[in-house]
T-cell receptor, first 113, second 119 residues
Framework: AQSVTQPDIHITVSEGASLELRCNYS??????LFWYVQSPGQGLQLLLK??????LVQGIKGFEAEFKRSQSSFNLRKPSVHWSDAAEYFC???????????FGKGTRLSVIA | GAVVSQHPSRVICKSGTSVKIECRSL??????MFWYRQFPKQSLMLMAT?????????EQGVEKDKFLINHASLTLSTLTVTSAHPEDSSFYIC???????????????FGAGSRLTVL
């Protein structure tokens, strides 16, 4: 069965510091991987996605993620966090075709001055 | 880009009443839409897959008679919470795949969500 694990429930970083959010997946085939961000009371916004090719993908708002097949991981990174990045971040896995995504439980990011 | 509109964004209702939530794909056709439910500080759980012109497919544990899904056109799916109770209070989010290109066809676009509060 497909599953996504986000080991960190809550992370606090200082503004300007680097960030890494962890994501591990379990999938029977080559996965499509996604990171979404959700601000309080809002829907989800796609940050970036990986389908194939270059394992380092760039997204919006300065985020990037690296797909590591050997570790079944797709960690999200940002070199310098801004206060506006405080939100809930969800990693998700899916496959080709008209199929739904399976989400991790999310990591809440807090940014302090 | 693909846009999914969800309405209403917030609704408060009395226990026992029914509430309808609409999900529209604004600039693309969606033969399939997905309905998720999110409890406070929790992840998104897939409730059902809405298929245009046919019955929805519900996930295990989701009551199909309580959560009625209708996908009457290629741009509209509705979720009706029937005889709502306080435990149905939640954030409901719909999504659909947008675009016609290969890269766009595999990206789910989400609506902004509907917060239901049942008193």
């Amino acid at each position: 069965a497909q599953s996504v694990t986000q080991p960190d429930i809550h992370i606090t970083v200082s503004e300007g510091a680097s960030l890494e959010l962890r994501c591990n997946y379990s999938y029977g085939a080559t996965p499509y991987l996604f990171w979404y961000v959700q601000s309080p009371g809002q829907g989800l916004q796609l940050l970036l996605k990986y389908f194939s090719g270059d394992t380092l993908v760039q997204g919006i708002k300065g985020f990037e993620a690296e797909f590591k097949r050997s570790q079944s991981s797709f960690n999200l990174r940002k070199p310098s966090v801004h206060w506006s990045d405080a939100a809930e971040y969800f990693c998700a896995v899916g496959r080709e075709g008209n199929t739904p995504l399976v989400f991790g439980k999310g990591t809440r990011l807090s940014v302090i001055a | 880009g693909a846009v999914v509109s969800q309405h209403p964004s917030r609704v408060i209702c009395k226990s026992g009443t029914s509430v309808k939530i609409e999900c529209r794909s604004l600039d693309f056709q969606a033969t399939t839409m997905f309905w998720y439910r999110q409890f406070p500080k929790q992840s998104l759980m897939l409730m059902a897959t809405s298929n245009e012109g046919s019955k929805a497919t519900y996930e295990q544990g989701v009551e199909k008679d309580k959560f009625l899904i209708n996908h009457a056109s290629l741009t509209l799916s509705t979720l009706t919470v029937t005889s709502a109770h306080p435990e149905d209070s939640s954030f409901y989010i719909c999504s659909a795949r947008g675009g016609t290109s290969r890269s766009g066809a595999n990206v789910l676009t989400f609506g902004a969500g509907s917060r239901l509060t049942v008193l």
